[in-house]
């Protein structure tokens, strides 16, 4: 998918397994809002050739950042250009809380700055963005 630079833009996820019944999820914007608790969050995704690029994990209902991704450079230098960034968290909500992965990146990629798809076979379905939840208290 396109990954677009200038502002923090949302990682595209659109299915949910396991148990869920501390959440709920909105295909249309990302958000994922969780019931009042403590939450270990753990996330990744991939990019290709986006130069300086970070992802974030941001409280939408609060308006606040909840933790920073540590940034890396992605390039083509040498031929390699794709890089999987991760993000880790434990945090603590008092309330229905939307939360929303993001990223922002340097270098706008039109078709596959979101993961490259290998190609390889085209009846399996390939993952861009992987978000795990834990519901601790």
């Not at 945090?91 to 340097?106: G, H, M, P, Q």
Request: hydrophobic share 35%.
């Amino acid at each position: 998918g396109q990954a677009t630079s200038g502002s923090w833009g949302s990682i595209p996820l659109n299915t949910i397994e396991g148990e869920s019944w501390f959440l709920s999820f909105n295909t249309s914007n990302y958000q994922i809002t969780l019931d009042a608790g403590q939450y270990t969050y753990t996330a990744s995704a991939p990019f290709y050739d986006t130069g300086n690029t970070q992802l974030m994990l941001y409280n939408e209902t609060d308006s606040v950042v909840l933790t920073p991704g540590i940034p890396a450079y992605i390039s083509t230098f040498e031929g390699i250009g794709f890089n999987t960034l991760r993000l880790e968290h434990t945090f603590t909500v008092t309330k229905s809380t939307a939360i929303c992965l993001k990223y922002r990146v340097e270098t706008t990629q039109a078709s596959n700055g979101l993961g490259y798809p290998p190609g390889i076979d085209s009846g399996v379905n390939v993952v861009y963005g992987l978000v795990k939840i834990e519901k601790l208290k």
